[in-house]
């Protein structure tokens, strides 16, 4: 095995914490959907796809490394929302406490001499600055926009890709 045991279990925890992510933008995604928003829908089960595969690059890494799979439970995703500046701000945070998780992987490869690991987690940091770039212009978006969401419609094809 290429990784140490904790880093091993770190990043299995990784994997649950990026389907939970999965699951939470399927959860705003039903949101949008449910007020026939459907850009905002499509652009959050886009976030959804996209953390399934990340949950699938770590999964992949743990099977090239020799280490072990060993899937964490993962809690239900919050479900209601008060309004889309409330389901963007949870997209938000879920982001950032993801960018903190991928922190301390970076920080226990290091500490590991794990020169691998911490190339595999150098594309993590730089999709954690995307997705939080994004997800603060859409929550500023929303703000500016009050309850006229339909106007911001058309700006999420182009915020979704960059």
Same mark, same amino acid.
């Given at each position: 095995m290429? +990784?140490?045991? &904790?880093?091993?279990?770190?990043i299995?925890a990784? +994997?649950?914490?990026?389907?939970?992510a999965? %699951?939470q933008?399927?959860s705003?995604a039903?949101y949008f959907?449910g007020?026939t928003?459907?850009?905002f829908?499509d652009? =959050?089960?886009?976030?959804?796809a $996209?953390e399934?595969?990340h949950a699938?690059? =770590?999964?992949?890494?743990l099977? !090239?490394?020799?280490a072990?799979?060993?899937?964490p439970e +993962?809690?239900?995703p919050?479900a209601? =929302?008060?309004?889309? !500046?409330?389901? #963007?701000l949870?997209?938000?945070?879920?982001e950032?406490?993801v960018?903190?998780q991928v922190?301390g992987l970076?920080?226990?490869?290091q500490k590991?001499k794990?020169? +691998?690991s911490q190339? /595999?987690l150098d594309? /993590? #940091?730089?999709?954690q600055l !995307? &997705?939080?770039s994004?997800?603060?212009?859409?929550l500023?978006?929303v703000?500016?926009?009050?309850? %006229?969401?339909l106007?911001? !419609?058309p700006?999420l #094809?182009?915020l979704? $890709?960059?």
């Amino acid at each position: 095995m290429l +990784i140490s045991k &904790e880093l091993n279990a770190l990043i299995n925890a990784q +994997i649950g914490n990026e389907l939970g992510a999965s %699951n939470q933008y399927l959860s705003i995604a039903a949101y949008f959907s449910g007020r026939t928003l459907t850009k905002f829908a499509d652009f =959050f089960f886009a976030q959804a796809a $996209e953390e399934h595969e990340h949950a699938m690059k =770590f999964l992949h890494y743990l099977l !090239e490394v020799g280490a072990e799979v060993k899937l964490p439970e +993962i809690k239900a995703p919050r479900a209601n =929302f008060d309004s889309a !500046e409330d389901a #963007v701000l949870a997209a938000l945070s879920w982001e950032t406490d993801v960018t903190k998780q991928v922190y301390g992987l970076v920080e226990l490869a290091q500490k590991d001499k794990d020169y +691998i690991s911490q190339q /595999f987690l150098d594309w /993590f #940091v730089k999709e954690q600055l !995307e &997705e939080i770039s994004t997800m603060e212009t859409l929550l500023a978006l929303v703000r500016m926009s009050g309850s %006229n969401l339909l106007m911001l !419609e058309p700006r999420l #094809v182009e915020l979704r $890709e960059g």
